[in-house]
């Protein structure tokens, strides 16, 4: 019931944006309507390698830790985690956390190793944020593009707030004797509690596998860079969506101006206010940033509405199709695997 609530306020708060805006609704209508289907069907090719890369990326940094994990079990968790996301949205730790549980069900690697891939996947994605930014604001620059105010200022919030997470995670990486002293005086502090739950061993336990983790990730050059490379990929593939559905009606928008708009707009899908898949906030913000790019509001809202109904309905589709295969998958290998157990049990004692 709290979803539906959150739902419909994130939809009245759009609906109150596009009356404030005064759009034009048949000319939106017409827009909508006009899209050039070939140009909707190659966005949706795009998203769909928006999404197997991602989970591309995170498949290199899970094979260094764990050098027989399969791409297509990485895909189909990354795409469990991803419908997850778009259930209960919190900054993308639902999926994070689905993640590490499937891949902990899947192949046994501890929660605290496959935190480690998490956090350097989310380092990346904070370089690539970072970089297209840039090259954005300097290819439209050196293209004769003149660059609003409003646009730089945004541009530099987002880069300054992607700097914080670049310096966090990468402090947690570079000096694992820092998060060492973390842990360690956290379990010192509440050394009562935890040898109470029997907890203090798992939590040294962890603290090593995190650490081991860390260690072979930052030697394995070759998966790092695959992954980032990887990572690149998705984010072209990100921004060529809208860049191909305005195309789709007739619109001739710079890429590198959306390589700028894109990411920008991305920052509200970060914030955990518990709207299924943001709904009415990151259109408005999609909107609003597509407008200060120069695109007619009924332009603007039309390739929003339709970038929206693929990369929510259609990504809903796949993705919870697959949750839904993929989890009974799951469910049925623990069964198996617990029965198996028990007859090993039987036969021992036996």
């Known amino acids: 019931m709290k979803k539906i609530i959150l739902l419909l306020v994130g939809i009245s708060v759009f609906i109150v944006f596009i009356l404030a805006i005064g759009v034009d609704f048949n000319e939106l209508y017409s827009y909508l309507l006009g899209v050039d289907p070939r140009y909707y069907l190659v966005a949706i090719i795009l998203d769909v390698g928006f999404m197997t890369s991602y989970a591309t990326a995170w498949y290199f940094l899970v094979r260094s830790i764990h050098s027989r994990v399969r791409i297509k079990d990485i895909l189909f968790i990354v795409l469990v985690g991803w419908f997850g996301d778009m259930v209960v949205p919190a900054a993308f730790v639902t999926g994070e956390a689905i993640r590490l549980y499937l891949l902990n069900k899947l192949y046994g690697i501890d929660y605290s190793k ?101 260690t072979v990730l930052k030697t394995s050059t070759s998966n790092l860079l695959l992954g980032f490379f990887s990572m690149i990929i998705q984010w072209l593939f990100g921004i060529s969506i809208p860049y191909v559905i305005f195309q789709g009606v007739g619109y001739r928008m710079s890429f590198w101006a959306l390589a700028v708009a894109y990411p920008l707009y991305g920052l509200a899908d970060n914030i955990p206010l518990g709207i299924p898949v943001n709904a009415g906030i990151l259109d408005a913000a999609m909107t609003s940033m597509f407008i200060l790019l120069g695109a007619p509001k009924e332009i603007a809202l ?49």
């Open 114 to 214: 496959g935190f480690a891939t998490i956090l350097i996947h989310r380092l990346m994605s904070a370089l690539s944020f970072v970089m297209f930014i840039i090259l954005g604001l300097i290819f439209l620059v050196e293209g004769g593009t003149v660059v609003g105010n409003e646009m730089i200022k945004q541009a530099l919030f987002g880069v300054s707030l992607a700097f914080i997470a670049i310096v966090s995670v990468s402090m947690l990486i570079m000096r694992e004797d820092i998060t060492e002293r973390i842990v360690l005086e956290f379990v010192k502090r509440f050394s009562k509690y935890l040898d109470r739950w029997n907890l203090r061993e798992r939590v040294l336990d962890s603290l090593k596998g995190y650490k081991e983790s860390i």
């Open 302 to 350: 039309s390739v929003t509405l339709l970038t929206r109904s693929i990369i929510v309905l259609f990504e809903a589709v796949v993705t919870g199709s697959i949750t839904l295969v993929y989890v009974a998958r799951i469910i049925g290998e623990i069964r198996i695997d617990n029965v198996k157990k028990l007859l090993y049990q039987i036969t021992v004692k036996d």
